[in-house]
């Protein structure tokens, strides 16, 4: 008994801050004792109430990659509190980000070169329409890329809407891939399962069973060069994409 305590204490210990891996092992049958299984969805086999919907502000959006990318705020600083939430939770014609587009929006609308020549090209009163076109109901943000002046009538509908209006001068395709990354890890569906969760040859593996039967133990057995423990007790599973748990160490485990 005292050697498996010990053993449970070095196992906590060498728990890795943050680590993700996008595959989770679970049992393929229902046997009694440990399970070791072949890698599926887990979120097939919950209740969906139990997994949890996320949001996250523009406020916060901003923070987390400013200093990435270069980020200006530039207008609308009152809708910051605007949240953005999964697609579970989006209209089928809305989108998270992607490039000015007004007839499939997104939440996030990225002004790049092409976008910002497409309104110049127009005279002011069409081009009036256009940004009057962007602000509809479900907009939070407005990014204007590749460091593009920023037309003064964009600023005052920001404004006018508090609807939050950031600068950069990065690409605008770099900004959509890493908004996308961002609000995909962010965003993502989450629930919680009670097991030993390692990182075995870049593999995912979550051992379960009932409590005190062994799981660190088995654990420690396993850890080896390449290979390394993640969450011991608690799991957190994202998925981060439709066929893609992550599988994560809780904050207040690390």
Known sequence: ????????????????????????????????????????????????????????SVERLFADNQARLG?????????????????AELKPTIGQVGHMNFIHPFRIQILGAAELAFLRGQDEAAARASIDR???????????????????YLVEQANAHHVALFSSAQPSPHLVDVFRLY??????EVT??????????????LITGASAIGKSELALELISPGNGPVADDIVELYRISPDTPEGRCPTLLR
Do not use: Y
């Open 1 to 56: 008994e005292a050697g498996a305590v010990q053993q449970r204490q070095h196992v906590d210990q060498h728990l890795p801050s943050g680590a993700h891996f996008a595959a989770v092992a679970q049992p393929a049958a229902q046997q009694p004792g440990l399970a070791v299984g072949a890698a599926i969805d887990p979120f097939r086999e919950l209740q969906h109430d139990r997994c949890q919907a996320r949001q996250v």
């Open 134 to 152: 962007l602000f509809g109901a479900d907009l939070v943000a407005v990014t204007v890329a590749n460091g593009e002046t920023v037309p003064p």
């Open 71 to 87: 980020m200006t705020w530039l207008a609308g600083r009152q809708g910051g509190n605007k949240v953005l939430t999964g697609e």
């Open 192 to 205: 919680t399962l009670h097991g030993v969760f390692l990182d075995v040859l870049e593999m995912g593996v």
């Open 183 to 188: 609000l995909s890890r962010m965003l993502a």
